[in-house]
């Protein structure tokens, strides 16, 4: 059901509380390539339907973030303001010119996050636009991939995931993408590519890091289980 933007402003305040509140439940594990924040040296990549994970894993970090110009985008961009971050309106099917200009010009001091399969997919599929900002920025690209114990899957194109209450959660970070300035269209579409397998590795890993974890017995667990940001 399509919500008109009046209705979704009024739904943004509710929805992001419930979110702070179900993201304090979570017991977070992070992996690979050490990663304690969005940082101006970086463009954090993350699938289109993981969006929530990082929303509460790197809240209240200052970063910016592109969301889409279509319909669908205004909650998500009213979540990401009430989290911490920047929302900047744009993508590859719409704004996203303008979008882009924004992110190099307005926040090229903060950490930046791309969803490079959005907005509308295909999912998994990563876009050239996100290759074309690390060149011209002069910044890698880091990977996110993520699991969780117990998962709510929506039927959507994205197939856009919200971990259960009280349950586990890994983010790993694969090693960063570094791409050269000034790259011709040939080289974008085979970083993209490997971009794309290195998104699916870090999922991978990060699936094998929970298989792990919840086959580990309680006792050892302990102190390694923790929220990956001080509560707010």
Known sequence: MK???????????????????LGKTWRVREQGFPCP?????????????DILYFMWIYR??????????HRD??????????????????????GGARAYLKMLKSHKDKGMVVTPDGPR????????????????????????????RTVKQFKSWDEFKMPYPFTRVVDFVGDPLHVPPRIDRATRQ???????L??????????????????????????????ARPST
């Open 3 to 21: 919500l008109s933007p009046r209705i979704q402003g009024w739904l943004v305040g509710p929805l992001a509380l419930f979110l702070r509140v």
């Open 37 to 49: 924040a969005p940082e101006s040296q970086c463009i954090d990549a993350i699938y289109h339907g």
């Open 60 to 69: 209240d970090t200052n970063c910016a973030t592109m969301v889409s110009e």
């Open 73 to 94: 985008g205004e909650m998500i961009a009213g979540v990401v303001e009430r989290f911490g971050g920047h929302a900047t309106r744009g993508s590859s099917t719409r």
């Open 121 to 148: 997919g295909p999912r998994g599929v990563v876009q050239e636009g996100i290759i074309k900002m690390a060149s011209d920025s002069g910044r890698s690209i880091r990977p996110h991939g993520y699991a969780a």
């Open 190 to 196: 085979e970083l993209a590519r490997e971009l794309e």
């Open 198 to 227: 290195r998104l699916e590795e870090a999922k991978r890993q990060a699936e094998i890091t929970l298989a792990r974890w919840i086959r580990r017995p309680i006792a050892e667990l302990g102190a390694e289980d923790h929220d």
